[in-house]
């Protein structure tokens, strides 16, 4: 079935570097995309979102990009800290943020001092 | 303005018992969804419930049951539990006419052994 992919499992930066995180996603209907950043025991922390209709959504340090044509999905973020090691999800949705997300495996962000 | 809660934090039973997840929505929330997370993966979403009634559901057997109260607040009911069903289960909230993103609980770490 369709579902939600990431091209690497891990990832290990040095700090004050910027990092890129992947993101694949196969459902053409899917028109809402959100990460989340999920540290050890927690649960996954909304970080930002983009509907369909956009192709770049800057928030603070973070920035999403929406590529429709190859259907792929990345989350910047610049000069990483500590702070930001962490899983992070892609998810999509069609429509509505109540309709069910579909989430990836997730991408695990080491940042190293 | 309380975010999310879930109760409990842990929980540990033995096959064949029964459990009982809570979840308090975020403060403005009425719709509540549930997921679940097996360790390295994605969360999987379980049902969403809205004015009080399941109004879509995942892949998951009618083991799993929930309900939503007046005040918005809502359980999840496992019974019969495998060892399979270990895993964090996570509770997320929105507003259903606001069309904006959902916003997740800590999580309840069930281990069933």
């Known amino acids: 079935g369709e579902s939600v992919g990431l091209h690497l499992p891990t990832l290990s930066v040095q700090e004050g570097d910027n990092s890129i995180i992947n993101c694949a996603y196969s459902?053409?209907?899917?028109?809402?995309f959100i990460w989340y950043k999920q540290e050890s025991g927690k649960g996954p922390q909304f970080i930002i979102d983009?509907?369909?209709?956009?192709d770049k959504r800057q928030g603070q340090r973070v920035t999403v990009l929406l590529n429709k044509t190859v259907k792929h999905l990345s989350l910047q973020i610049a000069a990483t800290q500590p702070g930001d090691s962490a899983v992070y999800f892609c998810?999509?949705?069609?429509?509505?943020?109540?309709?069910?997300?579909?989430f990836g495996k997730g991408t695990r962000l080491s940042v190293i001092a | 303005d309380a975010g999310v809660t879930q109760s409990p934090t842990h929980l540990i039973k033995t096959r064949g018992q029964q459990v009982t997840l809570r979840c308090s929505p975020k403060?403005?929330?009425?719709?509540v969804s549930w997921y679940q997370q097996a360790l390295g993966q994605g969360p999987q979403f379980i049902f969403q419930?809205?004015?009080?009634?399941?109004?879509q559901r995942g892949n998951f057997p009618d083991r799993f049951s929930g309900h939503q109260f007046p005040n918005y607040s809502s359980e999840l009911n496992v019974n019969a539990l495998l060892l399979g069903d270990s895993a964090l289960y996570l509770c997320?909230?929105?507003?259903?006419?606001?069309?904006?993103?959902?916003?997740f609980g800590p999580g309840t770490r069930l281990l069933v052994l």
């Open positions: 997320a909230s929105s507003r259903e006419l606001k069309q904006e993103t959902q916003y």
């Open positions: 983009i509907r369909s209709n956009m």
């Open positions: 403060s403005g929330h009425d719709t």
């Open positions: 459902n053409s209907a899917s028109d809402y």
């Open positions: 998810a999509e949705n069609m429509g509505s943020g109540n309709t069910p997300l579909v």
């Open positions: 419930y809205y004015e009080e009634e399941e109004r």
